[in-house]
T-cell receptor, first 113, second 112 residues
């Protein structure tokens, strides 16, 4: 079966711009989570969606937002980009709360210049 | 404050030996702990999950232990192979939320 698909794979944006990243979970998976990975901080939780509802949000500023559609596909948006937003953004899907493990996509590498 | 600590230094071992990676945590009450493998430029790949009421879990050459008194998990790879070279991440999940809290990972290098 197809894995978690994230688009685009690479992105270069300028400070102040906004960006939208997309994630298609494994078919049948209704929980989608987003993580930011940087060399200094490691993987940090952004938010989690289940059946179009955000159930949890990490400690990130309001510039980071997301949503989930009825087909479980999810998008995250970062507005007013800062240099520090440069990171690998990972999407993960699971059947329920993730207690059976998450399947991650390959990520979107965002570079802010 | 909450912390999840993994060996920050890379672990170099010889092929055929057992690799043991450590994950220590403070100020968490995990309902379960997961281990992932991550290769450069790729997303983490789920390996094993162990629940708070379990002491040990095995899967092929992998073994995980979970000691909630010591607040520690050990991850073992027996008969290691060069293909096992990667970064290994531990992640804690709590009943109160839907987030995984990750350690920063340990880099494992298995040499022939």
């Amino acid at each position: 079966k197809a894995g978690v698909t994230q688009t685009p794979r690479y992105l270069i944006k300028t400070r102040g711009q906004q960006v939208t990243l997309s994630c298609s979970p494994i078919s049948g998976h209704r929980s989608v989570s987003w993580y930011q990975q940087t060399p200094g901080q490691g993987l940090q939780f952004l938010f989690e969606y289940f059946s179009e509802t955000q159930r949890n949000k990490g400690n990130f500023p309001g510039r980071f937002s997301g949503r989930q559609f009825s087909n479980s596909r999810s998008e995250m948006n970062v507005s007013t980009l800062e240099l520090g937003d440069s990171a690998l953004y990972l999407c993960a899907s699971s059947l329920a709360q993730g207690a059976a493990g998450y399947t991650f996509g390959s990520g979107t590498r965002l570079t802010v210049v | 404050s909450q912390k999840i600590e993994q060996n920050s230094e890379a672990l170099n071992i010889q092929e055929g030996k057992t690799a043991t990676l450590t994950c220590n945590y403070t100020n968490y009450s995990p309902a379960y702990l997961q281990w992932y493998r991550q290769d450069p430029g790729r997303g983490p790949v789920f390996l094993l999950l162990i629940r708070e009421n379990e002491k040990e879990k095995r899967k092929e050459r992998l073994k995980v232990t979970f000691d909630t008194t010591l607040k520690q998990s050990l991850f073992h790879i027996t008969a290691s192979q060069p293909a096992d070279s990667a970064t290994y991440l531990c992640a804690l999940g709590e009943n109160s939320g839907y987030a995984l809290n990750f350690g920063k990972g340990t880099s494992l290098l298995v040499t022939p």
